[in-house]
């Protein structure tokens, strides 16, 4: 259950991390709190929370660079939820190019901020349809939806669960355009804008295309969206 989730909150105001703390708690979330990246660094050293609420305007280091320090040490299977003041669109780009699976403006309201936790512990185990069960093959690869799975000769690819979710949504269609708002509405991204959907893609292709410039799975269709092509 999404409740019985470990959420770390990281956060420089010490006020509002309290009071997330307190709130998240009361509904039946584990949470731990750090002040800083390092803090949180140390933290995860210990501790193994199911997704990381980071605020992005921190003294050091800050919330991108953690989520894309994370994302390079290969820790892409712990969701990441951004929390700013700069709500501009290019500053949610750079946050989803950073790694992050999601990005909540500040002031938000609580309840929101619940809902979006538990979209995305939804979207990291998520549950597919059972025209989705059958693995599918893309070159090396094999994509289980069933597990939300990507596998290789070499073992599991690590997928955030951003990039499993728009697999697997692209998946339940192999061989049909899905348009970038059905993408959106598959990742709960509905407000995130076209540009973030295109990083979803990009950091994707850079997990299943041995040439990413040249893709050979995952294609774009101009004025349209996106298709997966499976195939050996």
Same mark, same amino acid.
């Given at each position: 259950?999404?409740?019985?989730?470990?959420? *770390?909150?990281?956060?420089?105001?010490?006020?509002?991390?309290?009071?997330?703390?307190?709130?998240? %708690?009361?509904?039946?979330?584990?949470?731990?709190?750090?002040?800083?990246?390092?803090?949180?660094? /140390?933290? &995860?050293?210990?501790?193994?929370?199911?997704?990381?609420?980071?605020?992005? *305007?921190?003294?050091?280091?800050?919330?991108?660079?953690?989520?894309?320090? &994370?994302?390079?040490?290969?820790?892409?299977?712990?969701?990441? &939820?951004?929390?700013?003041?700069?709500?501009?669109?290019?500053?949610?780009?750079?946050?989803?190019?950073?790694?992050?699976?999601?990005?909540?403006?500040?002031?938000?309201?609580?309840?929101?901020?619940?809902?979006?936790?538990?979209?995305?512990?939804?979207?990291?185990?998520? /549950?597919? =349809? +059972?025209? +989705?069960?059958?693995?599918?093959?893309?070159?090396?690869?094999?994509?289980?939806?069933?597990?939300?799975?990507?596998?290789?000769?070499?073992?599991?690819?690590?997928?955030?669960?951003?990039?499993?979710?728009?697999?697997? %949504?692209?998946?339940?269609?192999?061989?049909?355009? &899905?348009?970038?708002? /059905?993408?959106?509405?598959?990742?709960? *991204?509905?407000?995130?804008?076209?540009?973030?959907?295109?990083?979803?893609?990009?950091?994707?292709?850079?997990?299943?295309? %041995?040439? =990413?410039?040249?893709?050979?799975?995952?294609?774009?269709?101009?004025?349209?969206?996106?298709?997966?092509?499976?195939?050996?």
């Amino acid at each position: 259950m999404a409740e019985d989730a470990h959420i *770390m909150v990281v956060d420089d105001d010490a006020r509002l991390r309290a009071l997330l703390s307190r709130y998240l %708690a009361e509904r039946g979330f584990r949470v731990t709190t750090a002040a800083d990246a390092a803090e949180a660094r /140390a933290q &995860l050293r210990s501790v193994s929370p199911d997704l990381l609420v980071l605020d992005v *305007m921190m003294p050091g280091e800050n919330g991108l660079d953690l989520t894309a320090a &994370l994302r390079a040490e290969h820790q892409d299977e712990l969701p990441v &939820l951004l929390l700013t003041a700069r709500g501009a669109p290019e500053d949610r780009i750079a946050g989803f190019e950073a790694g992050a699976d999601d990005y909540l403006g500040k002031p938000f309201e609580p309840l929101e901020l619940v809902l979006r936790i538990k979209a995305l512990l939804r979207r990291a185990t998520p /549950a597919p =349809p +059972a025209s +989705a069960a059958h693995p599918i093959a893309l070159g090396p690869l094999v994509f289980d939806p069933a597990r939300g799975e990507l596998r290789g000769p070499a073992g599991p690819v690590r997928l955030t669960g951003g990039e499993a979710a728009l697999l697997a %949504a692209l998946a339940r269609q192999p061989n049909e355009v &899905l348009t970038r708002e /059905a993408i959106a509405a598959a990742l709960g *991204m509905d407000d995130a804008g076209e540009r973030a959907i295109d990083v979803q893609v990009t950091r994707l292709r850079r997990k299943i295309e %041995a040439d =990413p410039r040249e893709p050979r799975y995952l294609h774009t269709v101009r004025s349209r969206g996106y298709v997966l092509k499976p195939g050996a």
